[in-house]
């Protein structure tokens, strides 16, 4: 049974006074377990959609999905999920020590279990320091640590993380990355929307680029990444002039023997790997401008 199962699901936003906006078109998606998926997509494509009716707070105008086999319609199907929405908000008067207690005994954990990971969780977002200071005085990098904590306080087998390294500065990015490599040593799946493709492309098996509702691509990103697409030329001349060039695969041949052929060192020649960044622009610009939701 997959952790994620999407079915045709399509989500038509109506206002009284607006057109009507078509924000998913018939997606499928299935994320299997143990699986870490990069849901790319640029702004207004609908990640956050998708991830709004994952976690039960957006009903989809048709189709469905199901959280380890659960439609989620069911409030039962959000017990196994640990959720960091886009914009995360917390009670202003409480500290992130007493939140995280408190998302614990929502989750029915015992109280043994909540002192134990309520800890845990603050020291690996490196909010010990900060802990017992009421939130509303949190910056903005400490405010998406802390929800990350709580999206992992209960340890459930799912996350779903709607932009993760978001408002984080290089070493929160590089920690919420190991976090998420860590989750994916347990066996637990994580599901996490992002424009940043250097992210993907570090812990995700798989990615999945959505475009105006719409999946324009799905594919593990070793298969992306894998072919040749270029070559770092370093050629010497008699002379003793270096020349550094990129080429393309088609003009490598021809390159090398004229260099031969003038009696130059050819001093290096480094493949290129394809970027995610370049498939990603390339996906987007492909998509067909005249379909989907206006942003
Ligand atoms: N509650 C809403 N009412 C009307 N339109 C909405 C609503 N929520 C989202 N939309 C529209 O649906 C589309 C998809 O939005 P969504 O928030 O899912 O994008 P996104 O991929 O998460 O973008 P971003 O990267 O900017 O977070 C956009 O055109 C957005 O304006
Ligand atoms: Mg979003």
Redesign the pocket.
């Given at each position: 049974m997959p952790a994620i199962e999407i079915h045709n699901l399509t989500?038509v936003?109506t206002?009284k006074k607006?057109a009507s906006?078509v924000?998913?078109q018939e997606l499928d998606l299935s994320i299997e377990k143990g699986e870490v998926f990069g849901f790319l997509?640029?702004?207004?494509?609908?990640?956050?959609?998708?991830?709004?009716i994952l976690t039960g707070q957006?009903r989809a105008t048709s189709g469905a999905a199901r959280i380890f086999g659960i439609s989620v319609a069911s409030p039962s199907a959000r017990t196994n999920i640990g959720y960091l929405p886009?914009n995360p908000a917390f009670y202003h008067f409480m500290t992130a020590r007493e939140y995280l207690r408190f998302v614990g005994r929502t989750f029915r954990m015992s109280p043994q279990e909540i002192d134990r990971e309520t800890e845990r969780v603050l020291t690996l977002l490196d909010l010990t320091a900060a802990a017992d200071r009421p939130i509303k005085g949190f910056s903005k990098g400490m405010t998406q640590r802390l929800g990350l904590a709580q999206a992992l306080v209960h340890g459930p087998d799912l996350y779903i993380l709607?932009?993760p390294m978001s408002g984080l500065d290089p070493i929160g990015r590089a920690l919420a990355k190991d976090i998420i490599v860590s989750l994916k040593k347990e066996g637990k799946t994580v599901f996490f929307?992002t424009?940043i493709t250097a992210d993907v492309e570090a812990v995700c098996d798989r990615v999945g680029i959505?475009v105006k509702?719409q999946l324009r691509a799905l594919d593990e990103v070793e298969n992306i990444m894998r072919g040749t697409e270029s070559y770092l030329l370093e050629i010497r001349s008699p002379h003793g002039d270096l020349e550094r060039k990129i080429v393309g695969k088609e003009q490598l041949s021809t390159i090398i023997l004229q260099a031969i052929r003038q009696e130059s060192t050819i001093e290096r020649i480094e493949p290129k790997r394809k970027s995610l960044e370049k498939f990603f622009l390339e996906t987007v610009n492909n998509s067909d401008a005249t379909s989907g939701?206006?942003?």
């Open positions: 989500k936003f206002g607006r906006l924000a998913l997509g640029p702004n207004g494509a609908g990640k956050s959609t998708t991830i709004n957006l886009e709607d932009e929307s424009h959505i509702g939701p206006a942003l």
